[in-house]
């Protein structure tokens, strides 16, 4: 007779080969990734930011634009800490490249590929999406529909490279075969009493799907090269000035 204990072993086991199916995997040596999130990673699998994934974000403004790409900034420069370079594909790029060094990336390490029509960014990230080799993939487009995007899931499950859509002022939200979706706001930042200019970036950040996760909504800080989650009781505190970052 099966005990409860070998039940709920078995159960687990399951569970991680349902997983493993739908592309969730950990990093080589089973090494868990640390996306630097912290409490937001408890809304996912296993506790642990996904890869081998598409993440779709969604902006629909210019400063909530910014803020997302600084967010996936953050997390791209994590996943580079252990190896390969990344791919930014886009028709409009408005990142300045500069500016990611204050996500501990530098530069040159990320290979920007600028096309002038819609149609070739998408088939740029699906070719990128194949390519073993790279630590993550982010794609700057518009319009994505559920048939694109599973091409695209269907890129990372054979090479597991991590990809980032970000989808600025889409005409839709429609449904995508993605794992997530984001939208990532941009909180007015914190300066100490007395200080001059503006604060450290600071972000509402949306989980709003998430596969076999739970959803769920957090501020987050970028503080001494890495995320900080920022309790709501403590943007309250007096003698904290804010001010807008942008």
């Known amino acids: 007779m099966i005990g409860v204990e070998d039940k709920v072993d078995v159960i687990k086991q399951l569970q991680r080969d349902v997983l493993s199916l739908q592309g969730f ?9 640390d996306s630097g999130l912290g409490i937001i990673e408890n809304a996912f699998p296993d506790n642990t930011f996904s ?14 634009a910014a803020a997302t790409n600084g967010f996936i900034g953050g997390i791209v420069g994590r996943l580079m800490l252990h190896s390969g370079a990344c791919l930014w594909i886009g028709t409009k790029r ?11 990336i530098e530069p040159h390490r990320i290979v ?16 990128a999406l194949k390519s073993e080799g790279l630590a993550a993939v982010v ?10 995007s599973r091409r695209l899931q269907l890129a990372v499950e054979h090479s597991h490279v991590t990809g980032f ?20 706001q941009p909180h007015i930042s914190r300066t100490e009493q007395g200080m001059p200019g503006v604060g450290l970036p600071m ?5 709003l799907k998430v596969r076999n996760g739970r959803p769920g909504s957090w501020q987050l800080e970028w503080s001494d090269n890495g995320f900080q ?4 009781r403590r943007l309250s505190i007096p003698g904290i000035q804010t001010r807008k970052t942008g």
């Open 139 to 148: 794609g700057e487009l518009s319009e994505l529909s559920f048939t694109e």
């Open 25 to 33: 995997r950990k990093m080589s040596g089973n090494q868990l990734f």
């Open 112 to 127: 920007f590929i600028d096309v002038s029509r819609p149609k070739d960014a998408l088939w740029a990230v699906e070719e």
């Open 203 to 207: 972000w509402d950040v949306q989980l």
């Open 229 to 232: 989650h920022i309790p709501k």
């Open 51 to 64: 890869l081998g994934v598409i993440h779709e974000f969604i902006s629909n403004a210019s400063e909530a």
């Open 94 to 104: 408005t990142l300045f490249p500069p500016s990611l060094k204050i996500f501990g």
């Open 165 to 184: 859509i970000h989808r600025q002022n889409p005409k839709a939200e429609n449904t995508v075969a993605c794992t997530t979706r984001w939208k990532i």
